[in-house]
């Protein structure tokens, strides 16, 4: 086997199981999921469901489950900064790997780690009652492996640039919370104004959830109701953002570590 | 004439913001096999100039060569071909000691990446064996680093950073921290790794009598070299010393 492949894989290997041994994490990051589809939208489906003429409880939890991965291998490549900050970069940084293996290796590593949880809210979303045939849960898994991708190359461009963990995690809620509204997680996203449309077309987690949405309800008489943008225009979308944001984003980490 | 390990020539570091060079046009080569002593006091330039080679930094002017190759233009050549004890320990302290070795043993190509350790090819297992057996941890290697004591980590630092058989093995004060009988005992180890494989050492310290024996010394300060040669020509110059260290603080002082 390729030795750049083996970093990969030993690296993502490396967070799978620290999240082993820290069970606390799995479930409190299923806790937001199942309060969001249970919550908002079983009481979204009683007060507007009808009105709006699709079902609220699949609209949110297709939301909530790109949402959910694309946020948590986002937020997982802080521990690239975590480990700066614990010197163990400095190991990862000397070895002869390339640094584009090891920011591919940390994003795998959280899309696994966000594997349990997309597990979890699909389980959940089969007890409210929400369709899930066989096609389906592989346009889940497709779509959702694609969304895990995005945000951790999205996660690499925003934290690269960050002195610490604590710089990080006061910009990230910017970052992320008005993504939650412009990219229709649980709001409809139709006749917005147009500063609003703007917005929600530059944040990338709108794609993550379209594209999800364009898998799910592939043949579904609700699909012209719920999906912005057809899936193939939404990948090639995602494609050239996530080449970017890798190359940006390893770019500025690097230098961030070389170039003090 | 065989190739030096390392050769430094009229390197220069300024650190963004700073007023200053932390490193100040400093020159210097250390022969294949040798062991060689970086000193100087807090704010010498002693980590950076290791920083810069071993590619964690890079230079602002001048050029460095270690194994034979440019630490600017050939990082992945030179990251190779060399080992590395950081002053701070550098052990992911989540995983237990074993899974800290075998993540270095991959990423350097050593080994293939596999799982489990039962996955690993016999010889991974063995060498794991006999590195346990010699730090004298056996089953604690399975163990999370962060169970560990500081001679423990260092020591597991030192075996961890030789599985890739590197050429040149730079310590940046590796016994920083350490009790006397830790101390000793990776010193004990050092030499006969040296003995064994004959691996260049470059070491920083401020415990002035690990580089008694060493085969040549440097001293920095403020950037500059001040004191260059072997140790007995080193107390040569400052007044017959009997001691390195009696040497060493003659000749920061006639510096200030």
């Not at chain 2, 810069?52 to 630490?71: K, M, R």
């Not at chain 2, 920083?176 to 040296?194: H, I, M, P, T």
Request: proline content about 5%; aromatic content about 10%.
């Amino acid at each position: 086997m390729n030795s750049q492949l083996g970093a990969v894989l030993m690296l993502a290997q490396r967070d799978v199981t620290k999240l082993v041994r820290d069970r606390a994490r799995l479930v409190a990051e299923l806790v937001f999921p199942v309060i969001f589809i249970g919550i908002l939208g079983t009481s979204l489906q009683a007060s507007f469901g009808r009105a709006i003429g699709y079902d609220f409880v699949a609209y949110t939890f297709t939301g909530v489950f790109a949402m959910t991965l694309f946020q948590t291998t986002a937020q997982g490549i802080i521990s690239l900064i975590e480990d700066r900050e614990t010197d163990f970069a400095q190991e990862i940084f000397v070895s002869p790997v390339s640094r584009y293996a090891i920011v591919t290796g940390k994003i795998l590593g959280e899309t696994l780690v966000a594997s349990p949880v997309a597990v979890g809210i699909i389980a959940f979303a089969a007890i409210l009652g929400v369709p899930l045939g066989p096609e389906r849960i592989a346009a889940l898994a497709v779509g959702g492996l694609i969304a895990a991708f995005f945000g951790g190359s999205f996660g690499l461009l925003i934290l690269a640039n960050l002195p610490n963990r604590r710089s990080a995690q006061n910009i990230f809620p910017f970052v992320m919370l008005p993504q939650y509204f412009l990219s229709g997680i649980f709001n409809p996203m139709v006749n917005l104004p147009l500063y609003l449309e703007v917005a929600s077309r530059v944040a990338p987690m709108r794609y993550a959830v379209d594209l999800i949405r364009g898998l799910f309800y592939r043949g579904d008489p609700q699909y012209g109701l719920v999906v912005l943008q057809d899936p193939p225009t939404v990948i090639a979308i995602i494609g050239v953002a996530f080449v970017a944001f890798m190359i940006v984003g390893t770019f500025l980490f690097v230098r961030r570590e070389r170039d003090r | 004439m065989p190739e030096p390990a390392i050769s430094v020539e009229g390197l220069v570091k300024r650190y963004r913001g700073a007023d200053r060079n932390a490193v100040d046009g400093i020159s210097f080569t250390v022969g294949a096999g040798a062991f060689f002593t970086l000193l100087g006091p807090n704010g010498a330039g002693k980590t950076t100039t290791l920083n810069i080679l071993t590619t964690i930094l890079a230079p602002t002017s001048g050029s460095a060569c270690v194994a034979g190759h440019d630490v600017v233009a050939s990082q992945r050549e030179v990251r190779r071909a060399i080992g590395i004890i950081f002053q701070t320990p550098s052990l992911d302290q989540n995983l237990t000691g074993e899974e800290n070795i075998r993540l270095h043993a991959v990423m350097y190509g050593v080994f293939p990446y596999r799982p489990l350790y039962r996955f690993m090819p016999s010889e991974y297992r063995a060498r794991v064996g006999d590195l346990a057996g010699l730090l004298g941890m056996k089953d604690d290697i399975f163990k999370p680093v962060r169970t560990y004591s500081g001679g423990m980590k260092r020591k597991l630092e030192i075996v961890r950073s030789l599985m890739h058989r590197p050429r040149v093995l730079f310590l940046d004060e590796p016994t920083s921290g350490l009790d006397v009988a830790s101390r000793r005992s990776l010193w004990q180890y050092l030499r006969e790794v040296r003995e064994r494989s004959g691996t260049t050492l470059l070491l920083t310290t401020h415990y002035l009598e690990e580089a008694e024996d060493a085969d040549e010394v440097c001293i920095i300060d403020r950037g500059h070299v001040v004191a260059h040669g072997s140790p007995a020509e080193v107390k040569g110059t400052a007044g017959n010393a009997l001691k390195l260290e009696d040497a060493y603080l003659r000749i920061l002082a006639e510096q200030e």
